[in-house]
């Protein structure tokens, strides 16, 4: 059982460790959520993904550091924009192991309180 509880655990942490910030076909052009000082993964049309930490967010185009680097990005090129969330990924975590922690308690206490005429 701890086997599965783990297995679980791990799954969701794998699919919580990032939120979308921006998507190109839903929020075309709002760059809103974008903060200056946050440390962001872009997907660019055409370009590999990179992780950069916003310096500005200008009219058309978002400046950052990657890699010790000045990037400049422009707004129309940008498809996704993601950002880690550990915080959030951690509560998940910790919130699914004490769930089925909870819940492996709770069966076994059953069993153990049944009478012994009970068969399963």
């Not at 052009?29 to 370009?47: C, I, L, P, R, W």
């Not at 310096?55 to 990037?71: L, R």
């Not at 951690?90 to 069966?107: C, D, P, R, Y």
Request: contains cysteine; aromatic residues 10%; glycine residues 6%.
């Amino acid at each position: 059982m701890r086997t599965f509880s783990f297995l679980i655990a791990l799954l969701i942490l794998l699919q919580s460790c990032t939120t979308t910030i921006y998507r190109n076909n839903l929020n075309k052009n709002d760059f809103s959520a974008v903060q200056t000082g946050k440390k962001y993964t872009f997907y660019e049309n055409g370009k590999p993904k990179y992780k950069a930490k916003v310096s500005t967010v200008e009219e058309n185009k978002i400046v950052g550091i990657a890699n010790n680097q000045e990037v400049t990005i422009t707004k129309n090129d940008i498809r996704v924009i993601k950002k880690n969330n550990p915080g959030g990924t951690t509560a998940i975590v910790v919130g699914s192991v004490a769930g089925m922690t909870a819940f492996v308690a709770l069966i076994v206490s059953l069993v153990n309180s049944s009478p012994d005429y009970y068969y399963y």
